[in-house]
Nanobody
Framework: QVQLVESGGGLVQAGGSLRLSCAAS????????MGWFRQAPGKEREFVAA????????GYANFAKGRFTISRDNAKNMWYLQMNSLKPEDTAVYYC?????????????????WGQGTQVNVSS
Protein backbone atom coordinates (compact mmCIF):
# COMPACT_ATOMS: atom_id res chain seq x y z
CA GLN A 1 0.00 0.00 0.00
CA VAL A 2 1.39 3.35 -1.04
CA GLN A 3 1.66 5.98 1.66
CA LEU A 4 2.90 9.53 1.56
CA VAL A 5 3.60 11.19 4.89
CA GLU A 6 4.36 14.87 5.24
CA SER A 7 6.29 16.42 8.09
CA GLY A 8 7.90 19.71 9.00
CA GLY A 9 4.89 21.93 9.32
CA GLY A 10 4.34 24.20 12.28
CA LEU A 11 4.02 27.76 13.46
CA VAL A 12 6.47 30.36 12.24
CA GLN A 13 6.63 34.13 12.23
CA ALA A 14 6.38 36.07 9.02
CA GLY A 15 9.75 36.17 7.32
CA GLY A 16 10.74 32.81 8.74
CA SER A 17 11.43 29.50 7.07
CA LEU A 18 10.18 25.95 7.15
CA ARG A 19 11.25 22.81 5.37
CA LEU A 20 8.56 20.31 4.57
CA SER A 21 9.40 16.70 3.90
CA CYS A 22 7.42 13.94 2.26
CA ALA A 23 8.31 10.32 2.82
CA ALA A 24 6.92 7.71 0.46
CA SER A 25 6.50 4.03 1.20
CA UNK A 26 4.96 1.09 -0.59
CA UNK A 27 6.73 1.71 -3.88
CA UNK A 28 9.58 3.70 -5.28
CA UNK A 29 8.90 7.00 -7.00
CA UNK A 30 12.31 7.50 -8.56
CA UNK A 31 10.72 7.53 -12.02
CA UNK A 32 7.78 9.73 -11.20
CA UNK A 33 6.94 13.39 -10.99
CA MET A 34 6.22 14.72 -7.51
CA GLY A 35 4.56 17.83 -6.27
CA TRP A 36 3.35 20.00 -3.43
CA PHE A 37 -0.07 21.56 -3.09
CA ARG A 38 -1.77 23.58 -0.40
CA GLN A 39 -5.24 24.43 0.80
CA ALA A 40 -6.06 27.43 2.93
CA PRO A 41 -9.28 27.66 4.97
CA GLY A 42 -12.23 28.38 2.75
CA LYS A 43 -10.19 28.06 -0.42
CA GLU A 44 -9.62 25.41 -3.02
CA ARG A 45 -6.48 23.34 -3.10
CA GLU A 46 -3.81 24.96 -5.24
CA PHE A 47 -0.58 23.94 -6.87
CA VAL A 48 2.64 25.03 -5.18
CA ALA A 49 5.54 23.30 -6.89
CA ALA A 50 6.54 20.20 -8.83
CA UNK A 51 9.70 18.35 -9.69
CA UNK A 52 10.40 15.87 -12.47
CA UNK A 53 11.60 12.35 -11.80
CA UNK A 54 15.26 13.31 -12.14
CA UNK A 55 14.98 16.52 -10.17
CA UNK A 56 16.28 18.47 -13.14
CA UNK A 57 13.02 20.19 -13.98
CA UNK A 58 11.01 22.16 -11.49
CA GLY A 59 7.93 24.33 -11.65
CA TYR A 60 6.40 26.80 -9.25
CA ALA A 61 3.26 28.76 -8.73
CA ASN A 62 3.83 32.48 -9.08
CA PHE A 63 3.49 33.05 -5.34
CA ALA A 64 6.21 30.46 -4.69
CA LYS A 65 8.80 31.66 -7.17
CA GLY A 66 11.88 33.04 -5.49
CA ARG A 67 10.77 31.92 -2.03
CA PHE A 68 10.13 28.17 -2.23
CA THR A 69 12.41 25.42 -3.50
CA ILE A 70 11.34 21.89 -4.28
CA SER A 71 13.84 19.05 -4.29
CA ARG A 72 13.95 15.30 -4.08
CA ASP A 73 16.17 12.48 -2.91
CA ASN A 74 15.33 9.41 -4.95
CA ALA A 75 17.64 7.22 -2.90
CA LYS A 76 15.51 7.98 0.15
CA ASN A 77 12.20 8.07 -1.71
CA MET A 78 11.60 11.52 -0.30
CA TRP A 79 11.02 15.01 -1.53
CA TYR A 80 11.09 18.38 0.10
CA LEU A 81 9.78 21.91 0.02
CA GLN A 82 12.02 24.61 1.44
CA MET A 83 9.94 27.68 2.20
CA ASN A 84 11.63 30.98 2.94
CA SER A 85 10.33 34.49 3.56
CA LEU A 86 7.03 33.09 4.67
CA LYS A 87 3.97 35.32 4.73
CA PRO A 88 0.72 35.04 6.67
CA GLU A 89 -1.04 34.22 3.39
CA ASP A 90 1.08 31.08 3.15
CA THR A 91 -0.92 29.64 6.03
CA ALA A 92 -2.49 26.43 4.78
CA VAL A 93 -2.40 22.67 4.91
CA TYR A 94 0.37 21.50 2.61
CA TYR A 95 0.06 18.22 0.76
CA CYS A 96 2.63 16.20 -1.10
CA UNK A 97 1.58 14.28 -4.17
CA UNK A 98 3.05 11.76 -6.57
CA UNK A 99 2.25 10.80 -10.12
CA UNK A 100 1.72 7.13 -10.85
CA UNK A 101 3.01 7.16 -14.36
CA UNK A 102 4.39 10.54 -15.39
CA UNK A 103 8.02 11.55 -15.27
CA UNK A 104 7.82 15.12 -16.38
CA UNK A 105 5.96 18.08 -15.01
CA UNK A 106 3.52 20.43 -16.61
CA UNK A 107 0.01 21.75 -16.40
CA UNK A 108 -1.35 18.34 -17.36
CA UNK A 109 0.53 16.32 -14.78
CA UNK A 110 -1.83 14.01 -12.98
CA UNK A 111 -1.15 13.21 -9.36
CA UNK A 112 -2.47 9.91 -8.15
CA UNK A 113 -1.16 9.60 -4.61
CA TRP A 114 -1.64 12.13 -1.85
CA GLY A 115 -0.47 12.59 1.70
CA GLN A 116 -2.67 13.60 4.61
CA GLY A 117 -1.19 17.06 4.82
CA THR A 118 0.83 19.09 7.29
CA GLN A 119 -0.36 22.38 8.76
CA VAL A 120 1.69 25.51 8.22
CA ASN A 121 0.77 28.61 10.19
CA VAL A 122 2.53 31.90 9.60
CA SER A 123 1.90 34.63 12.13
CA SER A 124 2.18 38.31 11.35
Amino acid sequence: QVQLVESGGGLVQAGGSLRLSCAASGRTFASNAMGWFRQAPGKEREFVAAVSYSGRDTGYANFAKGRFTISRDNAKNMWYLQMNSLKPEDTAVYYCAASRGQRGIGSGTKYDYWGQGTQVNVSS
